[in-house]
């Protein structure tokens, strides 16, 4: 079976911080990468941070200088530190696998965690 375990998620007030993490079950043989999306109400779901197989990071615009995305390959683990949160921030979010199963389907897939809330309000 598939799964990603989220965690981190809740309620905060405008300029606080949450930690996210994601943890990815042994079931992947493989995985290239590893990243957070989020979705507010009424929106696309689009990209927050990723880390890449390449050992590259990507950010949205609005999230740099505050979010900072890491990866244990060991673990199959991903962590998004969120500071100087703002209302905008809030959304679900996602987290995100790019990778192969140890079983069939054997390929290159996108999978997706259940989606923690994070909210920001005063």
């Known amino acids: 079976q598939v799964q990603l375990v989220e965690s981190g998620g809740g309620l905060v007030q405008p300029g606080g911080s949450l930690r996210l993490s994601c943890a990815a079950s042994r079931s992947f043989f493989r995985i290239n990468d590893m990243g957070w999306y989020r979705q507010a109400p009424g929106k696309q779901r689009e990209l927050v941070a990723a880390?890449?197989?390449?050992?590259?990071?990507n950010y949205a615009d609005s999230v740099k200088g505050r979010f900072t995305i890491s990866r244990d390959y060991a673990k199959n683990t991903v962590s998004l530190q969120m500071n100087t949160l703002k209302p905008e921030d809030t959304a679900v979010y996602y987290c995100?696998?790019?990778?192969?199963?140890?079983?069939?389907?054997?390929?290159?897939?996108?999978?997706w965690g259940q989606g923690t809330q994070v909210t920001v309000s005063s």
């Open positions: 995100n696998v790019k990778g192969q199963l140890n079983s069939w389907p054997n390929i290159v897939q996108n999978y």
């Open positions: 880390f890449t197989s390449g050992g590259l990071t």
